[in-house]
């Protein structure tokens, strides 16, 4: 008996360790990406606009968050970088929707560049309605809620009310409303944006392969398929292979 205690004791306590082990990188993570944002801040005041870009790339690398995104597509504009400046300001709009001045951003930036929009699918469009990370949780709660609601009243052995059937009703249709707009979050990570000013579109995946076409810095590109160092990209007239470093994704997960 001693002994089986002594043993849940330990991993008792290794738990607590791992617990506040990730708790203590998550609070310098934050700590971190707090302190770079204000140095990008004070260095985008003072007219520094490539440091400030780098400390806010820093910032968003430790902690992403839309405002870092959105100050950081600012920076990289202020020093000509049209495909990352999209990119930030997409990003930024991938995590908030919601926030005018990073779509005011977009729009000018784009009619300034002659770039056009990347094209959305009706339900790709839905997914842009929510931050992307708000879609599960909604799927997750109506679906719950709508199961809930039709057996929880048989489990009590209690008769279901109209509330109960309304309930349900209302979970079932928000959870379908939900499905469309996670189809179009799967599949708008795969959009991205160009980085390099004539990026050249490439028959095959190597670098002495023919070039089709150069596509300007801030192009939106899908991913069809992906083959080593090398993504295989459909932009609004045109597709072809690209190098993986020159592509940036809107989902911050490539």
């Not at 842009?128 to 009590?156: D, E, H, K």
Request: aromatic content about 10%; glycine content about 8%; hydrophobic content about 45%.
């Amino acid at each position: 008996m001693n002994r089986c205690l002594d043993n849940q004791s330990k991993r008792l306590a290794v738990t607590q360790l791992f617990v506040w082990l990730v708790a203590g990188l998550m609070a310098g993570a934050s700590v971190r990406a707090e302190n770079e944002f204000q140095q990008g801040v004070e260095r985008y005041g003072a007219g520094g606009y490539e440091q400030a870009a780098a400390f806010f790339r820093e910032a968003a690398a430790a902690a992403p968050a839309a405002g870092t995104l959105h100050n950081l597509g600012n920076a990289e504009w202020q020093c000509g970088h049209t495909g990352p400046a999209i990119l930030a300001w997409e990003r930024a709009q991938w995590l908030d929707p919601f926030n005018r001045n990073t779509r005011v951003n977009l729009r000018f930036a784009r009619k300034t560049a002659q770039l056009d929009a990347p094209e959305l699918s009706w339900y790709e469009i839905c997914s842009t309605w929510l931050p992307v990370n708000w879609w599960p949780w909604i799927a997750c709660v109506s679906f719950w809620l709508a199961a809930a609601m039709l057996l929880l009243p048989g489990i009590f052995r209690r008769r279901r009310a109209d509330w109960h059937q309304g309930l349900a009703a209302a979970g079932l249709a928000v959870f379908l409303l939900a499905i469309p707009a996670l189809a179009g979050t799967h599949t708008r990570s795969r959009l991205g944006i160009l980085l390099l000013k004539d990026t050249p579109l490439r028959l095959t995946p190597t670098s002495d392969a023919q070039v089709l076409a150069r596509l300007p810095d801030g192009e939106a590109a899908r991913i069809e398929r992906e083959r080593g160092g090398y993504l295989y990209v459909r932009a609004s007239n045109a597709a072809g292979w690209i190098e993986r470093a020159q592509f940036g994704s809107i989902s911050s997960g490539r």
